[in-house]
């Protein structure tokens, strides 16, 4: 599949941008991963939304109903629109010498493609999770491609065989790396709420609303650590996650948590996600 750069379609191997570009060398970029569904694009507006709040919190001046055009064109191209897929939107403040403070004028550098994902049949597959404290930055909130610290706290459980890792600060579940964290204890659901903590997940959101929907008690309060014991259930929700059961999670060597299946507020939370996203 070809990538769309600053606008045009090419070869991925064709595409070039200099190594000014800020997002290149000081990860002074955004990015986006919007999901489709059977050739559907997904909660298009919220991920626009969200970069908007990105940009504004990082004093980058773009018009993003600009890009529009390409995610629709990405996703038209796509030669993965028949399965399940996703777009990848990057955007960066571009080129411009290399200075700490933001240059007054430089031309942004978009990047835009789609990628296959696994998204069916979400609710059949389950992970395993490692508890790792949280060292990134204070702006979880902003969604910026400077990801080393995320990457860094997922390799640590890839590299143990497990599929996401779960972050902690002063004694509070955060989210996973690329993912938010709900925990399920005497029929209430908890997640962190919005703040520089956590990114503001779209899904998030989604099934925030879908608690409610159900009648179900939700509660935008974090999870302690201490209250790991008699947990009844644990999911984790993302574009590229949806909404998945987690059966383990391993903490300093030990198991802290199990549940071989998905419990009855996950099952009902993943088929009201099927319904809202199929
Ligand atoms: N990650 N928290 C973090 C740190 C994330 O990177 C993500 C998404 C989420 C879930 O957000 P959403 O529901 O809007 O996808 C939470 C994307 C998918 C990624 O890095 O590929």
Redesign the pocket.
């Known amino acids: 599949n070809e990538v769309c750069l600053n606008g045009e379609w090419m070869k991925p191997e064709e595409a070039q941008i200099s190594v000014f570009d800020r997002g290149f060398m000081l990860g002074d970029a955004l990015?986006e991963?919007i999901p489709f569904y059977d050739g559907k694009v997904f909660a298009l507006e919220e991920?626009l939304d969200?970069l908007k709040y990105s940009l504004s919190q990082i004093r980058f001046d773009f018009e993003v109903k600009k890009l529009v055009p390409f995610i629709l064109q990405a996703v038209e191209r796509s030669s993965y629109a028949e399965e399940d897929a996703a777009v990848y939107l990057q955007l960066s403040r571009g080129t411009a010498p290399r200075t700490h403070f933001f240059p007054q004028s430089s031309e942004p550098n978009f990047l835009v493609y789609s990628f296959p994902v696994k998204l069916k049949d979400f609710e059949q597959r389950s992970w395993r999770l490692l508890l790792a404290e949280d060292i990134r930055w204070h702006r979880?909130d902003i969604?910026t491609t400077s990801?080393l610290a995320?990457t860094m706290l997922n390799d640590e459980s890839h590299r143990l065989g497990l599929d996401e890792t779960l972050l902690f600060r002063d004694g509070k579940i955060t989210?996973?790396?690329?993912?938010?964290a709900f925990f399920v204890k005497d029929n209430v659901i908890y997640t962190h709420p919005e703040g520089p903590e956590?990114?503001s997940?779209?899904?998030?959101k989604i099934v925030i609303d879908l608690c409610r929907e159900l009648s179900l008690d939700i509660r935008e309060e974090s999870y302690r650590l201490e209250d790991f014991e008699n947990l009844d259930e644990v999911f984790l929700?993302?574009?590229?996650?949806q909404v998945m059961m987690i059966t383990d999670i391993f903490f300093e060597g030990s198991k802290i948590f199990s549940r071989p299946e998905a419990g009855p507020v996950t099952q009902k939370l993943q088929k009201a996600f099927k319904e809202k996203t199929r």
Do not use: A, M
């Not at 989210?175 to 938010?180: A, I, L, N, V």
């Not at 997940?201 to 998030?204: E, F, P, S």
């Open positions: 990015y991963v991920h969200r979880c969604k990801y995320n989210e996973g790396s690329h993912s938010t956590i990114l997940g779209i899904t998030r929700t993302g574009t590229t996650t």
